[in-house]
């Protein structure tokens, strides 16, 4: 049985940091493409950052470029996203998501099998 576990959520003021991280079971994680999106109140799921196997690849949305980091350590089987400069827009549920297949585009929700249940952050102003 698969299981992504996030942790790492709380409440920042604007301007400071977090890190997520990720756990995963079940499956290879070692060969999963993974991916953070997050869900912020009222609107639609998007993605933030995704990370590829086997190249290590990364990729970001153009509103955290430059502030966030994906990362992975294979050896612990966890995914982590260094969050700073926080911005109260980047106040939301994050997930992490896992794809068994290399996803294209990356940034494609039906790409990622597994998901996680979520880690709230909360940025104020």
């Known amino acids: 049985q698969v299981q992504l576990v996030e942790s790492g959520g709380g409440s920042v003021q604007a301007g400071g940091s977090l890190r997520l991280s990720c756990v995963a079971s079940?499956?290879?994680?070692?060969?999963?493409?993974m991916a953070w999106f997050r869900q912020a109140p009222g609107k639609e799921r998007e993605a933030v950052a995704n990370?590829?196997?086997?190249?290590?690849?990364?990729y970001y949305a153009d509103s955290v470029k430059g502030r966030f980091t994906i990362s992975r350590d294979n050896a612990k089987n966890t995914l982590y996203l260094q969050m700073n400069s926080l911005k109260s827009e980047d106040t939301a549920i994050y997930y992490c998501?896992?794809?068994?297949?290399?996803?294209?585009?990356?940034?494609?929700?039906?790409?990622?099998?597994?998901w996680g249940q979520g880690t709230q952050v909360t940025v104020s102003s």
């Open positions: 998501a896992a794809a068994t297949r290399p996803p294209f585009p990356w940034y494609g929700e039906n790409q990622y099998n597994y």
């Open positions: 079940g499956l290879t994680y070692s060969s999963t493409s």
């Open positions: 990370i590829y196997y086997p190249s290590t690849n990364t």
